[in-house]
T-cell receptor
Framework: ELKVEQNPLFLSMQEGKNYTIYCNYS?????LYWYRQDPGKSLESLFV?????AVKQEGRLMASLDTKARLSTLHITAAVHDLSATYFC????????????FGKGTKLTVNP | NAGVTQTPKFRILKIGQSMTLQCAQD?????MYWYRQDPGMGLKLIYY???????DKGEVPNGYNVSRSTTEDFPLRLELAAPSQTSVYFC??????????FGPGTRLTVL
């Protein structure tokens, strides 16, 4: 059974700083997803990582996947206030299934 | 395209009442899902469907039922509502093998 753990669960950082959110998963997962959720809103897809060594970047966010270590990271570069949100990773695709297992999320607060 | 739509946005139920949460998508996606999100938690899968007429249980199916008579619609039925079903419910869809797109959610309170 796939389990997904994120850390940290809460992250407060200053604008301009860099930080990384970690997502560990317990068993083989065919793909790894990152989502963003603003308070009271739905989930917005950020990245889909499909293979070992995959790296994707969008603006100040960069996601990577290491399937051997069962680890994905979401790196934030030079944070700005607009990045404040909760970030979820989710693993899935085991055996062709599309069932996703979500982590508990990382609540990011970027302070001026 | 409207994407994934859900109705209602908010609902308050009394214990023991029943209701149906509606979900529709206009992207011709085969896969549809229902999740619940409790405060401070990630999403947990309730039921999912890989096509019209096919449904399967997720991680937390007890107290819920689903049907999938068309590609577009995937309603979630709550029978005999309980306070433990107070949550935010999200419907999602995907074209098989790809990322999931989420609806705006339904906030349900059971008193």
């Amino acid at each position: 059974e796939l389990k997904v753990e994120q850390n940290p669960l809460f992250l407060s950082m200053q604008e301009g700083k860099n930080y990384t959110i970690y997502c560990n998963y317990s068993t083989t997962s065919d793909r790894l997803y990152w989502y963003r959720q603003d308070p009271g809103k739905s989930l917005e897809s950020l990245f889909v990582l499909l293979s070992n060594g995959a790296v994707k970047q969008e603006g100040r966010l960069m996601a990577s996947l290491d399937t051997k270590a069962r680890l994905s990271t979401l790196h934030i570069t030079a944070a700005v206030h607009d990045l404040s949100a909760t970030y979820f990773c989710a693993g899935g695709g085991q055996g062709g299934s599309e069932k996703l297992v979500f982590g508990k999320g990382t609540k990011l607060t970027v302070n001026p | 395209n409207a994407g994934v739509t859900q109705t209602p946005k908010f609902r308050i139920l009394k214990i023991g009442q029943s209701m149906t949460l509606q979900c529709a998508q206009d992207m011709n996606h085969n896969y549809m899902y229902w999740y619940r999100q409790d405060p401070g938690m990630g999403l947990k899968l309730i039921y999912y469907s890989v096509g019209a007429g096919i449904t399967d249980k997720g991680e937390v199916p007890n107290g819920y039922n689903v049907s999938r008579s068309t590609t577009e619609d995937f309603p979630l039925r709550l029978e005999l509502a309980a306070p433990s079903q107070t949550s935010v419910y999200f419907c999602a869809s995907s074209y098989s093998g790809t990322e999931q797109f989420f609806g705006p959610g339904t906030r349900l309170t059971v008193l």
